[in-house]
């Protein structure tokens, strides 16, 4: 079992900038890859990036160049550093974990109770 705690989600103005929080917890193995996902009203769920724990790293294209991925394994805590924020960001922030398999990441399994973010023009 894999516990995931976010924080750090709020409300900023455009072009601001956000940090956000995820305490993982349980069986490292369940970790292997790690993602932050969001949700805005009336859309889909949509991963907005991933991280193994080699520290191979990929984003969708909307938040290339302003968001990044991190982790601290001695901390177990992931992290997005948000910046240039534009209100079409504005969703629920979710952290998730998968098992890694091989080069792959298995189905992301473990969720958080998600974070709001919201962006103000």
């Known amino acids: 079992q894999v516990q995931l705690v976010e924080s750090g989600g709020g409300s900023v103005e455009s072009g601001g900038s956000l940090r956000l929080s995820c305490s993982a917890s349980g069986n490292r193995r369940d970790r292997g890859c790690m993602g932050w996902f969001r949700q805005a009203p009336g859309q889909e769920r949509e991963g907005v990036a991933h991280?193994?724990?080699?520290?191979?790293?990929n984003y969708a294209d909307s938040v290339k160049g302003r968001f990044t991925i991190s982790q601290d394994n001695a901390k177990n805590t992931l992290y997005l550093e948000m910046n240039s924020l534009k209100p079409e960001d504005t969703a629920i922030y979710y952290c998730?974990?998968?098992?890694?398999?091989?080069?792959?990441?298995?189905?992301?399994?473990?969720w958080g109770q998600g974070t709001q973010v919201t962006v103000s023009s």
């Open positions: 991280i193994r724990q080699i520290g191979y790293t």
């Open positions: 998730a974990a998968a098992r890694a398999n091989g080069p792959f990441c298995e189905m992301y399994k473990y």
